[in-house]
């Protein structure tokens, strides 16, 4: 069963970092880029950062630019995101996925697994 399974999420004040990680089951992540996505309330869900299947390109969205950095653990089947200096319109439910094709990297409609993702509140 094709799992993914994302946690780290939690209440920050802003400025604060945070580190959300990803565990996928059930199949390979080396075979898969990887990406972040969030989704605020009343929001379309977004693209954050992704990183191909074998480490060597990270794409990054507006967003949060400058302030995240996306690893991966193919050996492990993990992958994290350090979310830093956070501000309060970064507050979403977070996803994790993976992408099985050569597909756009910054479109969730592409990918194919989701996590059923984490929630991160930023307080000012």
């Known amino acids: 069963q094709v799992q993914l399974v994302e946690s780290g999420g939690g209440w920050v004040r802003a400025g604060a970092s945070l580190r959300l990680s990803c565990a996928a089951s059930?199949?390979?992540?080396?075979?898969?880029?990887m990406g972040w996505f969030r989704q605020a309330p009343g929001k379309e869900r977004e693209f954050v950062v992704g990183?191909?299947?074998?480490?060597?390109?990270?794409f990054y969205g507006d967003s949060m630019k400058g302030r995240v950095a996306m690893s991966r653990d193919n050996d492990k089947n993990l992958v994290d995101l350090q979310m830093n200096s956070l501000k309060p319109e970064d507050t979403a439910v977070y996803y994790c996925?993976?992408?099985?094709?050569?597909?756009?990297?910054?479109?969730?409609?592409?990918?194919?697994?989701w996590g059923q993702g984490t929630e991160v509140t930023v307080s000012s």
């Open positions: 996925a993976a992408l099985g094709s050569f597909a756009n990297i910054k479109s969730a409609s592409a990918y194919d697994y």
């Open positions: 059930g199949f390979n992540i080396e075979n898969y880029h």
């Open positions: 990183v191909s299947y074998s480490g060597m390109h990270t």
